[in-house]
């Protein structure tokens, strides 16, 4: 079983820029972000697969956002630049037990408890 754990969220104002981290207890398969903002479903944001090799996002965070991995360290980032109000949310990252990558909520095992950003003037 993976643990996950985020950290780095804050409060930032537009343009800004923030650094989300994951913490796994283990070597994890796809990592994917995820975010909710109050009184909305639950989003896809962006998914590395196993390896590091291939990268998805959304596209509302297309060319502001990049996820990387460091598996050495059990860790997936996840660089977001140029923050806008509308993306003001609770992060989450979420693995899964097999290989391939989804941009699919329910199909994730393992979830952090969240971290929020919150990009405000």
């Known amino acids: 079983q993976v643990q996950l754990s985020e950290s780095g969220g804050g409060l930032v104002q537009p343009g800004e820029s923030l650094r989300l981290s994951c913490q796994s207890s283990?070597?994890?398969?796809?990592v994917a972000w995820f975010r909710q903002a109050p009184g909305k479903e639950r989003e896809f944001v962006a998914v590395?697969?196993?390896?590091?090799?291939?990268?998805t996002y959304a596209d509302s965070v297309k060319g502001r956002f990049t996820v990387s991995r460091d598996d050495a360290k059990n860790l997936i980032s996840l660089q977001m630049n140029s923050l806008k109000p509308e993306d003001t949310a609770v992060y989450y990252c979420?693995?899964?037990?097999?290989?391939?990558?989804?941009?699919?909520?329910?199909?994730?095992?393992?979830w952090g408890q969240g971290t929020q950003v919150t990009v405000s003037s």
């Open positions: 590395i697969s196993w390896n590091g090799a291939t990268t």
């Open positions: 283990g070597r994890a398969f796809a």
């Open positions: 979420a693995s899964r037990i097999v290989l391939g990558m989804t941009t699919r909520p329910n199909l994730y095992n393992y």
